[in-house]
């Protein structure tokens, strides 16, 4: 038992240390890839309507092209870049991405996503309003996704920077809106313009989650906000969604994320209203 418990332990220590190993050897890329800025560069994954009957707006998602290992996932990296603070790097790369393109789809409008790292960092709201500015691009068609927790969490930093980026025009949307704690009572409370409800209810819209969709889509309406259904993959989902009265729908469905050059054939063919 004790030889056995012993080799256990050498293959576990071996373990780790490949895990290390690899862990630093992304943090060292990820570092090169951003100091570079090159390999990361964001896709944007188009939304639909339902007011307009058409692709009105679009969500920035950040992705790398390793050299040697592909693209690998944001689920990944973007922990990692939190944790050696290049977050603010990252972020700042896939807004100006996003300007450029706002630059040459004038009447679309565009969600990038915010660590909380970054929206509870002090420079963090003239960042992007000067971003805006050197592109000379309206701050309204700007949408910053945050995390429930830093919309309701009355954390002192990010509602002041939430109050400037939104008196200067930019919109706040909730994100994977019902996956935290808060309860719908709360967003009366707070200053954001959407929620976007979560894959995992919209995975069940047409059984156990409709009623709780119906709920959020009728108390945001209740409130002036408006809905966005992420994760949206097939047409009963999105019929279901439509009846209830939800204002826009993303998900494989409608499309993708897509790179920039996909992305703007598409808009170019079908993205006007
Ligand atoms: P998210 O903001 O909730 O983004 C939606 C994720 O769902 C994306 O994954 C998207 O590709 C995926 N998705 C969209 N439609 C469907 C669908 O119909 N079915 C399925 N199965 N998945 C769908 P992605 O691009 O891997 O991003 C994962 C997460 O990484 C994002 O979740 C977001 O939290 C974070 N992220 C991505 N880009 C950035 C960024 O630039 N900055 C920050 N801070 N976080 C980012
Ligand atoms: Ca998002
Ligand atoms: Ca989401
Ligand atoms: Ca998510």
Not at 214 to 222: D, G
Request: net charge negative; glycine share 8%; aromatic share 6%.
């Amino acid at each position: 038992a004790k030889a056995a418990g012993r080799n256990t332990f050498a293959i576990f220590g071996g373990h780790m240390d490949e895990l290390l190993r690899r862990r630093r050897k992304l943090e060292h890329d990820l570092r090169l890839a951003l100091e570079t800025r090159s390999q990361i560069e964001a896709f944007y994954q188009p939304v639909y309507s339902a007011e307009h009957k058409g692709l009105s707006s679009m969500e920035a998602l950040a992705r790398w092209k390793h050299p040697e290992e592909g693209f690998i996932a944001p689920d990944i990296f973007i922990p990692i870049a939190e944790e050696i603070g290049l977050i603010h790097e990252l972020g700042a790369k896939v807004l100006e991405d996003a300007c450029s393109v706002m630059a040459d789809l004038p009447l679309i409008s565009m969600a990038i996503n915010a660590s909380a790292l970054e929206l509870c960092s002090d420079g963090y709201p003239l960042r992007v309003l000067s971003r805006l500015a050197k592109w000379n691009i309206d701050p309204k068609r700007l949408e910053i996704e945050i995390t429930e927790s830093l919309a309701f969490g009355g954390e002192a930093h990010s509602d002041r920077n939430i109050a400037m980026l939104r008196n200067a025009g930019v919109r706040i949307a909730i994100d994977d809106f019902g996956t935290g704690y808060s309860s719908f009572s709360r967003v009366q409370n707070v200053m954001i313009d959407r929620i976007k409800i979560d894959k995992s209810f919209i995975d069940a819209v047409q059984g156990d989650s409709k009623p709780l969709i119906e709920a959020m889509i009728n108390m945001a309406r209740a409130k002036g906000l408006k809905t966005t259904a992420e994760g949206v993959e097939t047409d009963e989902q999105s019929d279901a969604l439509v009846a209830l009265g939800c204002d826009s729908l993303q998900g494989f469905l409608i499309s993708r994320p897509l790179a920039r050059a996909a992305m703007i054939d598409l808009f170019n063919g079908t993205g006007k209203r």
